[in-house]
Nanobody, 122 residues
Framework: QVQLVESGGGLVQAGGSLRLSCAASERTLSALTMGWFRQAPGKECEFVGAIRWTTIFYADSVKGRFTISRDSAKNTVDLQMNSLKPEDTAVYYC?????????????????WGQGTQVTVSS
């Protein structure tokens, strides 16, 4: 069982930045495919990005603004979000799965956290 805890959410003005972090109980975090998802009120859960080994995938809506990285020393996967827009407002979840695939559906991941709220004001 892998436990995931997101942190770093908050309120930021449009154009600002936030850095989310996902801490995992799994010691070999690098062996897992890690994904970031978000869900805005009244909307379906949306894929943000994923990291599989050294390959990183991004949704078109965040490409060029968001960056996913691993911090091996802290055993975390981080999501650096720049140039934030009001439409980025959502609860952000990190997820993990065993295996080499990096699916874009949260339900295809084995574990996910409780989420952290990101609010971008205009």
């Amino acid at each position: 069982q892998v436990q995931l805890v997101e942190s770093g959410g908050g309120l930021v003005q449009a154009g600002g930045s936030l850095r989310l972090s996902c801490a995992a109980s799994e010691r070999t975090l690098s062996a897992l495919t890690m994904g970031w998802f978000r869900q805005a009120p009244g909307k379906e859960c949306e894929f943000v990005g994923a990291i599989r080994w050294t390959t990183i995938f991004y949704a078109d809506s965040v490409k060029g603004r968001f960056t996913i990285s691993r911090d091996s020393a802290k055993n975390t996967v981080d999501l650096q979000m720049n140039s934030l827009k009001p439409e980025d407002t959502a609860v952000y979840y990190c997820a993990a799965r065993h295996g080499v695939a990096a699916p874009r559906l949260l339900s295809e991941y084995d574990y996910w956290g409780q989420g952290t709220q990101v609010t971008v004001s205009s």
